[in-house]
């Protein structure tokens, strides 16, 4: 199983949090496109044998494309690629581009599922991220979005300053009355180049608190396993059958292509990735040229990344798989840094498989780069 990302770098503003790569001017926009179309023709060869099972749009935003632009991008894929019968179509939407019509519109297209940036439901807490959307908009676009598609997941964010775990309850509430199957959260999180890390510099905004990020996790986790969600990624929670199936295959290691500006690929002995510059993307492909670095992952990089996805994900991380893979010498390198683990409860082992525990959930990252393999000699 393979599956294609598509990054559209075009968003409508600059949420004050984000560090991911994008630009606001869509001067670029259409000539964007015919240079992700190209790329996706340039690269068949590398999915030769290889079927397409997803394809992922996101960004960016994705869903500032028009819909003869995504088509045209679907039929791009389909053109050069080998795609599975019922594979898994996303598109990351905002709520502020989904109009009833434009659902409409989608729900007529082969995009099958929808991933909604609604981030919470409170007015308040959307202005101090700098969303593009307000509350009402949030709803409408669930209500309307549920009638037309089944497979919705949506975006919260947690940890917020000034939000108060009963305020998170309600963001909770808000978004199971919409029926959806799928919900991804995760902490604010600080990154060095925002707008948010400027604006908690200069005292504007208060700085997110570690403890109350943990306060709401607990919460999230209790409330939406209570109504059948399953905790299958650190941040993501499905029903049964409703699990992403394109991130699932990246956790799982599959191989995966990676296609517009800083894009990532994976192929299962290496890694690349593309210019993370629009500019510099477009000229390159328009020369011919793939705009990515490569590099050949050592055995420590393909242990290390195997530690981080398993822990994060209820499929846990087989030790038995360390064995025959890594080898012994890396098993025994686990053994010893996970005992503390252990110990304090945070991680268990079932089945020979290394789990985190509920207790050790929340420091998931943390354990998982305490157990990297980091000065081993190749
Ligand atoms: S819409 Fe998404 S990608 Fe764009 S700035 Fe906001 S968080 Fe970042």
Same mark, same amino acid.
């Given at each position: 199983?393979?599956?294609?990302?598509?990054?559209?770098?075009?968003?409508? #503003?600059?949420?004050?949090?984000?560090?991911?790569?994008?630009?606001?001017?869509?001067?670029?926009?259409?000539?964007?496109?015919?240079?992700?179309?190209?790329?996706?023709?340039?690269?068949?060869?590398?999915?030769?044998?290889? #079927?397409?099972?997803?394809?992922?749009?996101?960004?960016?935003?994705?869903?500032?494309?028009?819909?003869?632009?995504?088509?045209?991008?679907?039929?791009?894929?389909?053109?050069?690629?080998?795609? !599975?019968?019922?594979?898994?179509?996303?598109?990351?939407?905002?709520?502020?581009?989904?109009?009833?019509?434009?659902?409409?519109?989608?729900?007529?297209?082969?995009?099958?599922?929808?991933?909604?940036?609604?981030?919470?439901?409170?007015?308040?807490?959307?202005?101090?991220?700098?969303?593009?959307?307000?509350?009402?908009?949030?709803?409408?676009?669930?209500?309307?979005?549920?009638?037309?598609?089944?497979?919705?997941?949506?975006?919260?964010?947690?940890?917020?300053?000034?939000? !108060?775990?009963?305020?998170?309850?309600?963001?909770?509430?808000?978004?199971?009355?919409?029926?959806?199957?799928?919900?991804?959260?995760?902490?604010?999180?600080?990154?060095?180049?925002?707008?948010?890390?400027?604006?908690?510099?200069?005292?504007?905004?208060?700085?997110?608190?570690?403890?109350?990020?943990?306060?709401?996790?607990?919460?999230?986790?209790?409330?939406?396993?209570?109504?059948?969600?399953?905790?299958?990624?650190?941040?993501?929670?499905?029903?049964?059958?409703?699990? !992403?199936?394109?991130?699932?295959?990246?956790?799982?290691?599959?191989?995966?292509?990676?296609?517009?500006?800083?894009?990532?690929?994976?192929?299962?002995?290496?890694?690349?990735?593309?210019?993370?510059?629009?500019?510099?993307?477009?000229?390159?492909? #328009?020369?011919?040229?793939?705009?990515?670095?490569?590099?050949?992952? !050592?055995?420590?990089?393909?242990?290390?990344?195997?530690?981080?996805?398993?822990?994060?994900?209820?499929?846990?991380?087989?030790?038995?798989?360390?064995?025959?893979?890594?080898?012994?010498?890396?098993?025994?390198?686990?053994?010893?840094?996970?005992?503390?683990?252990?110990?304090?409860?945070?991680?268990?082992?079932?089945?020979?498989?290394?789990?985190?525990?509920?207790?050790?959930?929340?420091?998931?990252?943390?354990?998982?780069?305490?157990?990297?393999?980091?000065?081993?000699?190749?």
């Amino acid at each position: 199983m393979s599956g294609i990302y598509i990054h559209i770098p075009f968003c409508k #503003q600059a949420c004050h949090y984000c560090d991911f790569h994008f630009s606001t001017s869509m001067k670029k926009k259409e000539e964007m496109v015919l240079a992700i179309a190209k790329e996706i023709q340039m690269r068949k060869s590398e999915f030769e044998k290889d #079927q397409v099972e997803t394809i992922y749009f996101g960004g960016g935003t994705p869903s500032v494309l028009t819909s003869e632009e995504i088509n045209f991008l679907i039929a791009a894929v389909y053109n050069s690629y080998s795609v !599975s019968e019922n594979p898994e179509i996303t598109l990351e939407a905002n709520p502020d581009d989904l109009s009833e019509e434009r659902i409409i519109e989608l729900s007529k297209s082969k995009i099958n599922r929808l991933s909604i940036g609604i981030q919470s439901f409170f007015e308040d807490d959307l202005q101090l991220m700098n969303r593009a959307h307000n509350s009402a908009e949030a709803k409408k676009c669930l209500e309307v979005a549920t009638q037309y598609f089944d497979n919705i997941s949506l975006d919260l964010i947690y940890g917020v300053p000034g939000m !108060s775990n009963e305020k998170w309850k309600q963001n909770i509430e808000t978004a199971l009355s919409f029926g959806i199957p799928h919900i991804s959260s995760y902490a604010l999180t600080v990154e060095p180049k925002t707008a948010l890390n400027k604006l908690i510099q200069t005292g504007k905004i208060e700085k997110p608190k570690d403890e109350v990020a943990e306060e709401h996790f607990a919460i999230l986790v209790e409330a939406l396993e209570a109504n059948d969600f399953i905790h299958y990624e650190l941040s993501n929670f499905g029903k049964a059958n409703y699990f !992403s199936k394109n991130n699932s295959a990246y956790w799982l290691g599959k191989k995966y292509m990676g296609i517009g500006p800083s894009a990532h690929s994976y192929d299962g002995v290496s890694r690349s990735w593309n210019v993370s510059n629009n500019s510099l993307y477009l000229k390159s492909i #328009q020369e011919d040229k793939l705009p990515n670095e490569i590099e050949i992952l !050592s055995a420590a990089d393909r242990y290390n990344e195997y530690i981080m996805t398993g822990l994060r994900t209820i499929w846990g991380v087989s030790l038995d798989r360390i064995k025959t893979e890594f080898g012994f010498v890396y098993l025994e390198y686990l053994n010893k840094q996970v005992q503390k683990f252990l110990n304090d409860e945070l991680v268990l082992v079932e089945d020979n498989v290394l789990k985190t525990t509920k207790k050790g959930k929340f420091l998931t990252d943390g354990i998982a780069s305490d157990l990297f393999y980091l000065n081993l000699e190749e």
